[in-house]
């Protein structure tokens, strides 16, 4: 896989935006669109650190809540933004309306989930105009700011996997300007602290190993990958019996032919996992170039041990229905960066072939695809 990805780092063009790609037809459960603080799924999974740019080579597409509006800060980390009546409530990113509802002590609130790992609360709002799961961009109008104690403003929080952080260290509340730096978010306990990061952290992480070491976003056109060669169907035969997503939120695709089959790696990698893991039974994942990685799991035998190179295509394990599982099968999830995404993004699981579409990469996290023409 190094050759192909190597060559398609080399010829794809290179994009220097963050402008906070915002997932398409995401799903929230019923405490997600009732409850203001709660975890976001999967934001932690692999890593308790991870880094979202906002300098000025991101071009990140950037809108205070209120324009005209004068901001103060709270003790609770909340920013109280004064406007006048009537006045339009503005997105802050580009993300998805997680929650939209009145609550009984903010009044109409809005909770607006971003790509980067972000998270906006709008409360005290007259009318939202927004509902779950509804696209929005930055600078979009999601509300109408409301009146309180015969003022009118509105509540305004920056959230990181529930968590309330300082907005002073991300918007620079006198000018309303997003300030254009680099920041970390790190996981202590259930504490998230957000830092900014130097210069010296970023100039580590940009060697000649990292794809992104020229930008934070990067194009992989997948159908360069088809004609490489360098890529496999995990389970060839197989007929989905169960896709992502859904009413139970499945979180990978579910993949059969017959007990005992040959599972193989998609791309080249290095094992990260291969063991019994908790419901999985046997899993197997496997560390992948660009953040990528690969799970494989309910198998009755494990072929590959931690730490071995593989190639795509090369065999890993067999087919089994070991943990959770009902019927001999293989789960297969891809993640990036730590989240799961649907492996539909990359592979036509009923044709058995790479998507044709061009992936638009971010180093915090973000990914989207592009039909191509």
């Known amino acids: 896989m190094r050759l192909f990805l190597r060559k398609i780092l080399l010829t794809s063009a290179v994009i220097m935006t963050l402008s906070a790609f915002a997932p398409v037809n995401e799903s929230f459960t019923a405490a997600e669109q009732q409850q203001i603080s709660i975890a976001t799924p999967g934001l932690f999974h692999k890593s308790n650190t991870f880094t979202i740019d906002f300098t000025s080579n991101a071009n990140v597409a950037y809108?205070?809540?209120?324009?005209?509006?004068?901001?103060?800060?709270?003790?609770?980390?909340?920013?109280?933004?004064?406007?006048?009546?009537?006045?339009?409530?503005?997105?802050?990113?580009?993300?998805?309306?997680?929650?939209?509802?009145?609550?009984?002590n903010f009044g109409?609130?809005?909770?607006?989930?971003?790509?980067?790992?972000?998270?906006?609360?709008?409360?005290?709002?007259?009318?939202?105009?927004?509902?779950?799961?509804?696209?929005?961009?930055?600078?979009?109008?999601?509300?109408?700011?409301?009146?309180?104690?015969k003022r009118t403003y509105s509540l305004?929080?920056?959230?990181?996997?529930?968590?309330?952080?300082?907005?002073?260290?991300?918007?620079?509340?006198?000018?309303?300007?997003?300030?254009?730096?680099?920041?970390?978010?790190?996981?202590?306990?259930?504490?998230?602290?957000?830092?900014?990061?130097?210069?010296?952290?970023?100039?580590?992480v940009s060697d000649?190993?990292?794809?992104?070491?020229?930008?934070?976003?990067?194009?992989?056109?997948?159908?360069?990958?088809?004609?490489?060669?360098?890529?496999?169907?995990?389970?060839?035969g197989s007929k989905t019996i169960s896709p992502y997503g859904g009413r139970r939120n499945h979180c990978g695709v579910d993949l059969k032919t017959k007990p005992r089959d040959g599972i193989v790696a998609v791309f080249d990698g290095v094992v990260t996992l291969s063991k019994p893991h908790y419901g999985?039974?046997?899993?197997?994942?496997?560390?992948?170039?660009?953040?990528?990685?690969?799970?494989?799991?309910?198998?009755?035998?494990?072929?590959?041990?931690?730490?071995?190179?593989?190639?795509?295509?090369?065999?890993?394990?067999?087919?089994?229905r070991t943990g959770r599982a009902t019927t001999e099968h293989l789960h297969f999830e891809i993640h990036y960066k730590g989240r799961r995404i649907n492996p539909s993004m990359i592979f036509d699981c009923a044709k058995k072939q790479l998507q044709d579409v061009t992936l638009i990469l971010t180093k915090s996290g973000g990914i989207t695809s592009k039909r191509n023409n």
């Open 63 to 104: 809108a205070f809540p209120l324009p005209v509006g004068k901001a103060k800060m709270l003790k609770n980390h909340s920013l109280e933004i004064e406007s006048t009546k009537g006045d339009n409530v503005k997105a802050m990113l580009d993300g998805v309306v997680r929650l939209s509802r009145k609550h009984p």
């Open 108 to 149: 109409n609130v809005i909770v607006i989930r971003h790509s980067n790992g972000l998270e906006t609360m709008y409360a005290n709002n007259a009318q939202n105009i927004v509902k779950v799961g509804q696209t929005v961009k930055a600078g979009q109008t999601i509300a109408i700011v409301g009146d309180k104690d």
């Open 156 to 204: 305004f929080s920056i959230m990181v996997n529930g968590a309330r952080v300082n907005p002073e260290i991300i918007i620079d509340i006198n000018s309303h300007q997003l300030r254009q730096q680099a920041i970390q978010c790190k996981k202590t306990g259930s504490r998230v602290d957000i830092s900014v990061v130097t210069v010296d952290q970023k100039k580590a």
């Open 208 to 236: 000649d190993d990292d794809p992104f070491a020229a930008g934070y976003t990067i194009k992989l056109n997948l159908a360069d990958v088809e004609k490489e060669g360098h890529w496999a169907f995990p389970l060839p």
């Open 280 to 320: 999985y039974g046997n899993c197997i994942t496997i560390k992948h170039k660009y953040g990528f990685e690969t799970l494989y799991s309910h198998m009755c035998k494990n072929l590959v041990n931690v730490g071995q190179k593989v190639k795509a295509g090369e065999e890993i394990g067999l087919t089994g």
